[in-house]
């Protein structure tokens, strides 16, 4: 699922949908996920949310990274993500390359909020309201192919699961319901 929410957002971005093509993060310093370690002590509602929003920026500064590079090095963004995901990321990144695209600009993150949390479970869902109005999307020729339309600011419902004491997204879908930006 992440993989075809960031095709279809990089290649058209047209609905806000750019998880890829426009979900460039602002400048963090890189960190290893692992220094995101949930245990026994931090499992709390609050702990989890704040571990989530760690990972997240940290996976949309190597999503920027990777990107701006054309696609390469998409590897790196492995350890982010569920099994799952990553597959899906990696057929994304293999069919942007083929044809010639990648991104330009930073993308921010304004805000990121708790939706659900299931502690037990070791499961969040939250809004992250992205700022895109920096980011182009630039074809081989460095030609500017973003779409007019495509909003500046977008709401993602990224999903996130503890699995061997990391917080890894296992979704970065987009919420069609009222914006929290």
């Given amino acids: 699922m992440i993989g075809r929410v960031r095709l ?19 400048t963090v310093p890189t960190q290893s996920p692992q220094e995101t370690s949930v245990t026994q002590e931090t499992l709390n509602e609050q702990g989890l949310v704040r571990s989530a929003e760690a990972t997240y920026r940290r996976y949309l500064n190597d999503l920027e990274v990777v990107s701006e590079a054309g696609n390469e ?34 993308t921010k993150l304004i805000k990121f909020q708790q939706q659900s949390a299931n502690l037990r479970d070791g499961k969040l869902t939250a809004y ?25 600011r977008q709401t993602f419902l990224p999903s996130f699961a503890v ?17 929290i930006c």
């Fill in 163 to 179: 699995r061997n004491r990391r917080v890894i997204l296992m979704e970065n879908g987009t919420w069609a319901g009222d914006s």
């Fill in 128 to 152: 992250a309201c992205i700022d895109l109005s920096d980011v182009r999307l630039v074809n081989e020729a460095g030609k500017d192919v973003t779409p007019k339309s495509r909003p500046g």
């Fill in 73 to 106: 090095g998409y590897s790196r963004l492995r350890s982010y993500l569920s099994t799952a995901a990553y597959e899906e990321e990696s057929k994304s990144f293999e069919q942007l390359s083929a044809r010639g695209l990648h991104t330009t600009g930073a």
């Fill in 8 to 26: 279809a957002a990089a290649l058209a971005l047209t609905v806000g949908a750019c998880v890829l093509a426009g979900c460039t993060p602002e």
